[in-house]
């Protein structure tokens, strides 16, 4: 019997939308590969509970930043985490502050990991972890690279009123969304769509393409293309007068 591509996931704790993409991932192709686990990080790596609070309610605005507080309330109670998640589909989870550390690396180093795949990892890689897969060390990130790279792809994509927005699978360097295509998809915006159900729904997506990918990988069959920085576009987090711009122009967050 064939051996299965042995892949480990590093992510964040989110509660409101990495979630969607593991349970797409773990519902269809569970069994496909070998899961040798997910990392799970701290939200937002280094930032602060309150530096991370002030920053969702300067974006959402009083009326959406309730209606999230209220949501977030909600997965709290229920206990819908990542690692309740994995541990109902049979996933070792492991939460790690810092997968870049040497503790980290040498503890993985003896798990002969194929594939990495980055899922909202909060961490920029450094070469030690990029070099800890044997064949792929992989991002999902949702726009065409190399247009939005960056932070909030999707809402800087609604934004600019683009009528598709992009998914790139990538090899990881140490340049963030820098790397090397492995393949794109793009995913026509509907007619109203708040940002919220475009995540949600491009969340769902990435698990297929992620699959397409290790299945490219695992088959030797990726033809990589080159991610060109002259046509780069760079995307920090939104300030607060582009969501008032984004409202302008009839967009809605939730």
Known sequence: MKNKLKVLF????????IRIFFEEFF????????????????????????????QMYEFFGPVDFVRMCW??????VRGD??????????????????????????????KDIEVLVSIAAPHKFKEKLLQLPKKACINIHHAKLPRYQGMMPNFWQMYHQEKDVGITVHRMNQEI???????????????????DHLIKRTKMMAAHCIMEALELIEKGTVEYRENDVNERTYFHFPAKQHVVEFRQKGGRLL
């Open 10 to 17: 590093i992510t964040q704790e989110d509660p409101f939308y």
């Open 27 to 54: 519902k269809h192709y569970s069994d496909r590969v070998d899961i040798l686990g997910v990392v799970i990080c701290p939200t937002m790596a280094k930032k602060s509970l309150l530096a991370l609070v002030q």
């Open 71 to 76: 949501r977030y309330l909600i997965v709290k």
């Open 81 to 110: 985490n990542l690692m309740k998640l994995c541990n109902q589909n049979g996933i070792v989870a492991y939460k790690e502050n810092n997968p870049n550390s040497d503790t980290f690396i040498r503890e993985w180093q003896k």
């Open 177 to 195: 969304d820098q790397g090397q295509i492995l393949l794109q998809k793009e995913v026509p915006i509907a007619q109203g769509e708040s940002l």
